[in-house]
T-cell receptor
Framework: GAGVSQSPSNKVTEKGKDVELRCDPI?????LYWYRQSLGQGLEFLIY????????KSGLPSDRFSAERTGGSVSTLTIQRTQQEDSAVYLC????????????FGQGTRLTVV | AQRVTQPEKLLSVFKGAPVELKCNYS??????LFWYVQYSRQRLQLLLR??SRESIKGFTADLNKGETSFHLKKPFAQEEDSAMYYC???????????FGEGTQLTVNP
């Protein structure tokens, strides 16, 4: 497909387990973002990648969270030792580099930590 | 640091009434501002951007640098406008895109 794809759509995990969330951006989009969407909390910035530059990790809430982007395309967000407060929808977006270009969002991964 | 504030988490109006969703920002540079919308069970999508000065689905938004605001307006709300609306700011020197907390708009029949 031509859009941003995220997998899995839903993930239920036990507290303390590690999870990996995947994002396939639109081909050619050099900027990739991860956000967390919690009920009543809006869209919380986590991390973004821009081409070959060092990623902006300033939004990651703790060292349990990490992300990588391989080959400038697919990105994986990893949450280690999950906690119940990690339960949220994790959104990925991509856009081309440049001023007012639109960010295209994936459908999100709903993570539930039980 | 850049920040986007949407003071209303919930907004409810009747069909045909005017609607205004408020957005204020803080940013030291010249901002690039957007409104995104998420309809029920759909993914987040761009509604409009300030640079285009466009009207989309009857919505407009004007950047007021003096008041650091970018409020979204529509003169006559429709039921299909019910959705979650997010204001967003992109820094001009980079690519970081910061969103507000969102406003859930409900248009009642």
């Amino acid at each position: 497909g031509a859009g941003v794809s995220q997998s899995p759509s839903n993930k239920v995990t036990e507290k303390g387990k590690d999870v990996e969330l995947r994002c396939d951006p639109i081909s050619g989009h050099t900027a990739l973002y991860w956000y967390r969407q919690s009920l009543g909390q809006g869209l919380e910035f986590l991390i973004y990648f821009q081409g070959n530059s060092a990623p902006d990790k300033s939004g990651l809430p703790s060292d349990r969270f990490s992300a990588e982007r391989t080959g400038g395309s697919v990105s994986t967000l990893t949450i280690q030792r999950t906690q119940q407060e990690d339960s949220a929808v994790y959104l990925c977006a991509s856009r081309v580099k440049g001023g007012n270009t639109e960010a295209f969002f994936g459908q999100g991964t709903r993570l539930t930590v039980v | 640091a850049q920040r986007v504030t949407q003071p209303e988490k919930l907004l409810s109006v009747f069909k045909g009434a005017p609607v205004e969703l408020k957005c204020n920002y803080s940013y030291s540079g010249s901002p690039e501002l957007f409104w995104y919308v998420q309809y029920s069970r759909q993914r987040l999508q761009l509604l409009l951007r300030h640079i285009s000065r466009e009207s989309i689905k009857g919505f407009t938004a004007d950047l007021n640098k003096g008041e650091t605001s970018f409020h979204l307006k529509k003169p006559f709300a429709q039921e299909e406008d019910s959705a979650m609306y997010y204001c967003a700011l992109k820094e001009t020197s980079g690519s970081r895109l910061t969103f507000g907390e969102g406003t859930q708009l409900t248009v009642n029949p």
